[in-house]
């Protein structure tokens, strides 16, 4: 028996409906996801004192170090800077902590571009880290005048924005009372990466003069 016309149009027509609200849907799942990922995320500090030796090896498991390996703002933020592919670009008045900047080293060992931006006075503490990435061949500048360099933050390949108040010390990873935020709206990340350009290029070496006004 044959089945009518209208019957089989509409068949076709309530299957080309079933189909577009499927793709609807799984373009909505889709925006939503995103809008998820664009969602600010807030860190806050002091941390507990972990171990993020793993992380920066690619080691599935633990270390024989006997500090916690359990996840922390400390190992969060590790693992954050550890995501860069293209560049990392830091911008930090005081970097003396050991697990960041050993987190540093590695991207720029993986060959990811790292540049560094700090205040002149804090890097020329013995604590500073600013020495070992120098001799790792990572590019470094700094401020020339009375005032500090008093930014705190690191862009993850030009779309990702970490910031905050935190300083890149162990006092204030496990003692002070910090925060740092995760961002990748795309005019606030904007604006941060035209800050350390404009930041890079005002501290480039050949416009020093080494004798300051004061």
Known sequence: MMVPAVLVWRGVVALAGLT???EGLY???RYLERLRERRPRVLFFPAPVTCVRPLLLAAPGRCD?????????????????LSARRSLDVCVFSISSQELSSTVLVVHGRGVRVRVVT???FMALACSQVGTFRKAGIEVRHDQDTSYMHHKFALIDGSVLV??????????????????IIIKNTDIVKAFVQEFEQLWNEYDPTKYSFSPQK
């Open 27 to 29: 373009y909505l799942m």
């Open 65 to 81: 170090c006997g500090l916690s390996h359990r996840e922390s703002a400390l190992s969060s933020l590790a693992r954050l800077l």
């Open 119 to 121: 205040d002149s006075d």
């Open 163 to 180: 910031t905050g108040s935190l300083n890149w010390s162990a006092q204030g990873i496990f003692g002070n009372k910090e925060n740092v």
């Open 20 to 22: 577009l609200a499927a």
